[in-house]
């Protein structure tokens, strides 16, 4: 339920496919929308496409439903399925509870920010330890979870490959309802922070909260609970079995190539794991100093122009831009700062984005859609605040106007920051916020030395 574009379905149905299931593919959107998809799956005679909408018949007489993340809590074709009977699960999560059977450990980040940087520390991290360790400490280290074009079912295999297998998973909300399901929780758990996110989703705080607790929900007395000191006080109201542990600072001589504190946080999550998977300090400071930014995340992407140009798509909320505005403190004025902004609405609170960006930068430059309720809320904001604006109609429009911005003044020579952190979510202007990703990065590849 759900093939989407993000190749996540895809890799679960062709995979499934080959385990020689017959497997009915169902989606809301049509074929032309999905026919990017659809393409990469169509020669399995074993595939069967219902699209365009949903066919209750397929949820009743099922053995297994499958539903991708984002599926509506109240959506009526899983309720008939579970009337009827029939399984529901989750891709990530059917892996999960695969991986524990195996006998592989399983590590788990959730949160509303931090969650895919935390768990691609960890992974470098033992990846990095692994690769030098003798034959009997060596493991098999897998990732997936929420990451980009990535079905976890069809890391199955990776499961059996002679090594003890550490399985480390970025899991959102949605992903960790599938755990719920399952009554399953990750052997390591972090849960780096909560904050107000998916509204357009969530009917009120307390349900999105009910999804996260998954990570924590079915662990055991010898688990380890992870937690930032922020979502400490609802974590232990929760009584998990696993006592909550706020891990410590990491030391002050540590040189991490990804700039910001809410980093250092990030990397402190990270270690606190790497230890109770039982990595040496010496192991856990030469994995998170050689450790580079993920893709999207405050990611430097180049230096045009005497112009560095970040590229923060992932941003998807005004906290993670603010957290982003405040890693450049430092030393930089705020007639250094350049910032891309804008997308579709979430309903969430501005007020700490525009006294972030009264305070941080210099040129606002709002990306502007039919669809971008939340970038007219913004500028509506902007004004209120007595704060100038420029508006751009596609992404190639604001980047020309944030490199003219950062190089006019200088006699052609620009300074300071660029930078593309949303603060919205994509959709409307974009297929999805990878999408957006993509064609900054292409944009930003393009530009001249001049």
């Not at 991986?99 to 931090?114: D, F, H, L, P, S």
């Not at 719920?180 to 972090?190: H, K, Q, R, T, Y």
């Not at 542990?245 to 402190?268: C, F, S, Y």
Request: aromatic share 8%; net charge negative; charged share 20%.
């Amino acid at each position: 339920m759900g093939l989407g574009l993000l190749g996540r379905g895809v890799g679960d149905a062709a995979f499934l496919a080959e385990c020689g299931a017959i497997v009915t593919v169902t989606d809301k959107k049509t074929a032309a929308k999905l026919a990017e998809s659809v393409a990469k799956i169509e020669r399995y005679p074993n595939i069967l496409f219902h699209l365009g909408g949903h066919l209750l018949e397929d949820f009743t007489t099922a053995d297994l439903v499958i539903k991708a993340a984002g599926v509506p809590l109240d959506a009526p074709e899983i309720a008939a399925a579970t009337k009827a009977g029939v399984q529901v699960m989750m891709s990530t999560a059917l892996f999960a509870k695969f991986a524990r059977e195996a006998g592989a450990k399983i590590v788990g980040v959730t949160g509303t920010r931090g969650k895919s940087t935390v768990t691609q520390m960890i992974a470098h991290s033992l990846i990095s330890a692994a690769a030098k360790a003798p034959a009997d400490r060596r493991a098999n280290i897998i990732v997936g979870g929420n990451v980009r074009g990535v079905s976890t079912l069809t890391m199955l295999p990776e499961l059996y490959k002679g090594y003890p297998c550490i399985i480390v998973l970025e899991l959102d909300s949605w992903q960790l309802q599938g755990f719920g399901d399952l009554e399953i929780s990750p052997n390591v758990a972090v849960f780096t922070n909560f904050m107000p996110d998916h509204q357009n989703y969530y009917p009120d705080m307390d349900a999105y909260f009910a999804d996260k607790v998954n990570i924590f929900k079915y662990q055991e007395d010898e688990d380890v609970l992870i937690v930032g000191r922020s979502v400490l006080k609802e974590v232990s109201a929760a009584r998990p079995a696993a006592a909550p542990h706020v891990p410590p600072t990491i030391p002050a001589d540590w040189q991490l190539n990804v700039i910001g504190e809410h980093n250092r946080e990030n990397a402190a999550f990270a270690a606190a794991a790497l230890r109770a998977l039982g990595l040496s300090e010496r192991e856990i400071k030469s994995g998170l100093e050689s450790f580079q930014p993920v893709e999207g995340r405050l990611q430097f992407v180049r230096e045009v122009h005497g112009v560095k140009i970040y590229n923060d798509n992932n941003a998807t909320t005004p906290e993670a831009t603010v957290a982003a505005l405040k890693a450049f403190d430092v030393g930089l004025t705020k007639s250094h700062i350049s910032l891309i902004c804008g997308g579709s609405e979430k309903g969430l609170d501005l007020k700490a984005l525009i006294a972030e960006i009264q305070e941080r930068v210099s040129q606002v430059i709002v990306l502007t859609d039919a669809n971008y309720k939340g970038s007219e809320r913004l500028m509506g904001e902007l004004k209120t605040a007595g704060l100038a604006f420029e508006e751009a109609s596609s992404l190639e429009e604001a980047v020309e106007k944030g490199m003219k911005g950062r190089n006019g003044g200088n006699g052609g020579k620009g300074n300071g920051t660029l930078l593309f952190s949303p603060a919205f979510a994509s959709f409307g202007m974009f297929k999805n916020e990878y999408d957006r990703n993509d064609l900054f990065l292409r944009l930003i590849s393009e530009l001249r030395e001049r």
